[in-house]
């Protein structure tokens, strides 16, 4: 049963003024920032230039372990508008549309214009920047201005693609955030006697990281550390995080997959990044002036996050599609006129969002996340990620100080990943070994309760022995194989077939504690096979006596 606190007997509480007769009376500034990782000063950037959005959190509740569902912009967007888990709108991809998939859904911007409020989206709100007519009383998405150098423009004609980022010496408005920007300030006048929703949706940091020269300039002589961070998780599985060639496939960056990036084009990517979050963030601080001016500030409710993280070159890789957390980690903070600021350490997750928006309107709301004011919230972020060229997905459980992540296939969890944040906030060694089998027969019931309408076997779950953990070595000269296991793995369901080169079963045992020593009993050689109760194999060697 959800203990629901309702916002407005809260803020009564709290406040004990006409509020209360007015709750209804909020309007909402919706801000998706797209591609915008954790960092801004306000998140503990030591670099990020994001004054005014940073002004923004100093009165807003600033939310520090906030989590994308998928880490990629319409399977997150998808999700996080209609209050439904990436399994449950099935979009794991940028060509499906949620009415195309979940036709009836009642999306975030609908429920409050289906009680009255205005609702004006513009820019990059769901991904397909179509008109959802049952979102929005009016939608904006005409904006031009995608590259300004002539040159830059030029090289667009003739291959197809443009550079990964450009600093023109231009206004603000002649790139299109600053158009937004000003066609959003309209709407703030025309509409500030309504009851209104304004979603805008900024289309920057995404590539190419186009942004005014003035933004670049910020940035000039300051010396920006590139990650140390050069592979993917070792002992992590080869799917965990790839390069998904976004960043190479724009002019002038390498193609080969294999080939890293110079530090002069590595830098000026994260400069070009940098520039385009202090570009954007100058436009957030127009609309929060405005809304000063016209005296909204009292009774408008901003909300600013991202659909998901990016990886400025961390693993390796320039771009998102991973688990991993500075791929699923997001900036969320909320400024409420009537709510004390400060940082939430909670872990929330974006699908959270819609709940809380119609906690704060007074609309009851059915979706499958929580009010971030709910009592005895859930502490658990799920995010997921699928890998269509194996096929298989990955499923994120980020919860206390840990990250777990297990890879599907055909119903059948075939690897894991664990990382323990004490340990290696960074997420660079899969130690899943570390996870106890109680803690991850736990993990996986909370994850069922949650993800309820896809949820996992777990009755099937046998543990998946990683590869990598199992050794084996041939000790020839006693005429033996011997094989070691690490000592934490539960080997319960698992056995050991033996078969000689004529393919003659001679073994089938339980597998043995730790170490395992099996005599050849005079075969020539023999083909090993683990095996789990379920008949899949585990591990499999030919080893033939010397
Ligand atoms: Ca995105």
């Not at 998904?244 to 830098?267: A, N, V």
């Not at 799920?382 to 194996?390: A, E, K, P, T």
Request: charged fraction near 25%; include cysteine.
């Amino acid at each position: 049963v959800r203990n629901k606190i309702i916002l407005l007997s809260l803020t009564c509480i709290l406040s004990l003024n006409s509020f209360c007769q007015e709750k209804n009376d909020y309007n909402f500034l919706f801000i998706v920032i797209d591609d915008l990782r954790a960092e801004l000063g306000s998140y503990g950037s030591e670099y990020v230039k994001s004054p005014n959005i940073d002004a923004l959190a100093s009165k807003s509740i600033v939310y520090k372990n906030a989590y994308s569902q998928y880490a990629h912009c319409s399977p997150s967007r998808s999700s996080f508008l209609t209050g439904l888990r990436p399994d449950s709108t099935g979009i794991y991809n940028l060509d499906d549309h949620i009415r195309d998939v979940v036709p009836d859904v009642v999306t975030m911007p609908q429920l409050l214009k289906q009680h009255g409020y205005k609702s004006i989206g513009m820019g990059k709100i769901f991904h397909n920047n179509k008109n959802d007519e049952d979102s929005w009383n009016e939608f904006h998405n005409n904006f031009y201005g995608y590259y300004l150098d002539q040159q830059n423009l030029e090289i667009v004609n003739s291959t197809g693609k443009g550079p990964a980022f450009e600093s023109a010496d231009v206004n603000d408005d002649k790139y299109k955030d600053g158009q937004m920007t000003k066609l959003a300030v309209s709407k703030l006048r025309e509409f500030k006697d309504d009851k209104f929703i304004l979603s805008v949706g900024f289309i920057k940091p995404h590539l190419p990281f186009n942004a005014p020269k003035k933004y670049w300039d910020m940035y000039e002589g300051i010396e920006l550390p590139l990650s140390n961070i050069h592979s993917r998780p070792s002992w992590s599985p080869k799917y965990s995080v790839i390069d998904t060639e976004e960043t190479r496939s724009y002019y002038g960056i390498p193609k080969d997959i294999h080939e890293p990036f110079s530090e002069e084009l590595s830098k000026n990517l994260m400069r070009s990044y940098y520039a385009c979050i202090s570009y954007i963030d100058a436009q957030v601080g127009i609309l929060l002036e405005e809304l000063y001016n016209l005296g909204l500030e009292e009774n408008t409710i901003v909300i600013l996050t991202s659909d998901h993280g990016f990886k400025l070159g961390e693993y390796g890789v320039w771009g998102k599609h991973s688990n991993m957390e500075f791929d699923t980690k997001v900036p969320l903070m909320i400024h409420h006129p009537e709510m004390t600021p400060g940082e939430n350490d909670d872990i929330v997750e974006l699908l959270d969002l819609y709940p809380t928006i119609a906690d704060m309107a007074g609309i009851e709301s059915s979706t499958m996340g929580e009010s971030l004011f709910m009592e005895e919230r859930k502490q658990i972020a799920i995010s997921q990620m699928f890998r269509d060229y194996v096929p298989v997905m990955g499923y994120s459980i980020r919860k206390d100080d840990f990250r777990y992540v297990f890879w599907v296939e055909d119903g059948k969890i075939i690897d894991e990943e664990f990382f323990d944040h004490q340990l290696d906030p960074n997420e660079t060694v899969n130690q899943i070994e570390l996870l106890p089998q109680v803690q991850r027969l736990e993990l996986l019931k909370e994850f069922n309760k949650y993800n309820y309408t896809n949820p996992i076997d777990i009755d099937q779950y046998v543990l998946s022995i990683p590869n990598h953990k199992i050794e084996l070595s041939l000790n020839a000269s006693i005429d033996q194989i011997t094989f070691t296991f690490p000592r934490e793995l539960n080997l319960d369901g698992i056995h050991i077939s033996i078969f000689n080169l004529n393919g003659t079963k001679v073994i089938d045992q339980p597998a043995c504690r730790h170490t395992c020593t099996i005599n050849f009993n005079g075969n020539k050689g023999v083909l090993l096979y683990l095996v789990t109760k379920n008949g899949k194999t585990l591990k499999s060697g030919k080893f033939l006596n010397k």
